[in-house]
Nanobody, 121 residues
Framework: QVQLVESGGGLVQAGGSLRLSCAASGTIFSINAMRWYRQAPGKQRELVAG???????NYADSVKGRFTISRDNAKNTVYLQMNSLKPEDTAVYYC???????????????WGQGTQVTVSS
């Protein structure tokens, strides 16, 4: 199996910073892409940022210029550096990995359990 474990969430004041990490482990042949999503109370889960195995990135308009996604392929880990945080960034942040467990395997979607980020005004 494949497990994704997030860490780094917490409570921070508006204008502050947090760095989230997501480490993938288990039976992994390759990770095509890794993404961060978030879900605020009463809202749908939304894509925050993504990064491919080659390092190409994309961001939601709401976080461009404030958040940076990066990955360490050797550690199967993705990071989300969040700066200039706003109260509207408050949500549970989830990591998604697009993973092949073996050479013959299809790419599967694997989610982490989520980490809470709370930004106070």
């Amino acid at each position: 199996q494949v497990q994704l474990v997030e860490s780094g969430g917490g409570l921070v004041q508006a204008g502050g910073s947090l760095r989230l990490s997501c480490a993938a482990s288990g039976t992994i042949f390759s990770i095509n892409a890794m993404r961060w999503y978030r879900q605020a109370p009463g809202k749908q889960r939304e894509l925050v940022a993504g990064i491919t195995s080659g390092g190409s990135t994309n961001y939601a308009d709401s976080v461009k210029g404030r958040f940076t996604i990066s990955r360490d392929n050797a550690k199967n880990t993705v990071y989300l550096q969040m700066n200039s945080l706003k109260p509207e960034d408050t949500a549970v942040y989830y990591c998604l990995g697009l993973v092949k467990r073996t050479f013959e395997d299809y790419v599967g979607n694997y989610w982490g359990q989520g980490t809470q980020v709370t930004v106070s005004s």
